[in-house]
């Protein structure tokens, strides 16, 4: 039989064997090399980091090693530095981060309810997200002095334009027909945006504050670059004065690891309060 | 105007020279076109037609969810001027609260009506078991087959008694096998609970299968081509589908859809 076949056969060609391995399009990998490739990357960079400071092969004022940069927030940490800029910071942020959200949930889902209001507003906010918010320094100390509510004034402008429109999409997501199956329920349009389309909407909606809470611990830098004692990025700053690289790297690093932190709180927070969206 | 195969001979459903024009970007689109119906009470009407013949911009003009740009609709009488609880609606995609249970689904329609809590609990609880749910109350939407999500929804339109069901492709979405049961138990639960049905589906089949009246639609504009008075005994169960009058009525509808459809063809060749 098999003879058969290479006899007619022009050149039997051997069945190429379906590609198994790491590198298939799309394709699940095992959790676990999955797990293990986000941590050997950083580790590799660390390595590389080590080598080329140990080795003496950039100077420690531009790159201090691994080493310094623990050695410094261990520092921060014993003289208290640490824990009195993060407090401040997080303060900030947190107070910036609200107050842009407590505005822009209203109007956002009014916006991506109501054809009038997005007509209305979206032109103008469109425009305004992408001013320069360090440009308005000058500006938000004129209006909000010298205090902390210049820092999170511009947080506030900082966050509150990009938000907005990205809520008034997360509402303009939902199925037309749950707004439907409210009308033909008797409700009235009030009690539809209440009970029909915020619900509907609030797993993009955290979505979207986790993005932007984000956004908002990337400007803190600029919110904290005049006129402030404290702070995480005011740290950064003032060690730029001293050419103190280990503390602006250590600073930059653990406002990235709060980023970091951030996130992971606002998916698991989010999976747990959104259950039912699978 | 064909009498009414079954179902009261009174009116409920009136629908007077109804036109729909959309004024888009582009020219206007005449949806529908002098549209007059005549839809008694208890009946099932099917809506059959090719796709963008106007079936769905009909049933929302019914359900209060579209005005007419001419002509009039009136229930029992009184011109249509909303949506209302007189009229309930299932739509293709699930349209489901999935943050809420299945019960809290059906539950939730009846938050317009008075009634003591026990007693909408119980009504709930039965139309659960109408729908053959009992043991998925707990359940949310994303853990259920499409098929009983939409068994949700039909419960959902029914739970507050309206006195019409407006459907619009509601299995469309479902495979063949659980169609066939889906259309069944839609049968069942109609014996059960009376009510007028508008259905609109492209699937000949359904339509003979499940209605007293199958209603063929022209296109482009949208008018109302036949009007057929299905005569098949009920109750009807899937043996009525090897027929020979089923057969007859599903080869005359094919014979005008295709007609239909040859005739937008043509118009769509440059
Ligand atoms: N909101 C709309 N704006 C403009 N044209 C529409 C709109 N809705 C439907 N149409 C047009 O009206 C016609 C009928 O649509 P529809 O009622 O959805 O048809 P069917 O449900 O029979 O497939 C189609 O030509 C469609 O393109
Ligand atoms: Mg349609």
New interface residues.
Partial sequence: MKTDTIRTGTKAMPPRPRRRGLFRLRQDIPAPIYSAAGIAVPLVLLLIWWAVTSLGIVRPLFLPSPMEIVAEGWRQLREGILWADASVSMYRILVGWLAATVIAVPIGVLMGSYRIVEGALEPLISTVRYMPVVALIPLSILWAGIGDVQKILILFLGTFFQQVLLIMDNVKNI?M??I??G?????RNIEILMR?VI??A?PGIWDTFRITIGWTWTYLVVAELVAASEGLGRRIMDAQRYLATDTILFGTLFIGLLGLLTDVAFKRFGRAM????? | MTPPASGDTATLIAIDRVGKVYEGRGSPVVAIDEVSLDIGRNQFVAIVGTSGCGKSTLLNMV???DDPTSGSIAIDGRPVL????D???V?Q?Y?L????TVRGNIR??L??TRMPAAEKAALVDRFIREVGLAGFEDA???QLSGGMRQRVAIA??LV?KPAILLMDEPFGALDAQTRGMMQELLLNVWEDNRVTVMFVTHDVDEAVFLADRVIVMASRPGRVKKDIAIDIPRPRSFEVLTDPDFTRFKREILADIREETLKVMAMERP
């Fill in positions: 199925d027909n749950l439907r199956a009308q033909t329920l008797g409700m029909i619900p509907a609030s959104f259950h039912w969206n699978r | 359900a209060g969810l909303g949506p209302g609880r009229r309930g609606f739509f995609s349209s609260f999935d943050w809420m939730f329609a938050e317009k949310y939407p994303r959902r339109a507050y």
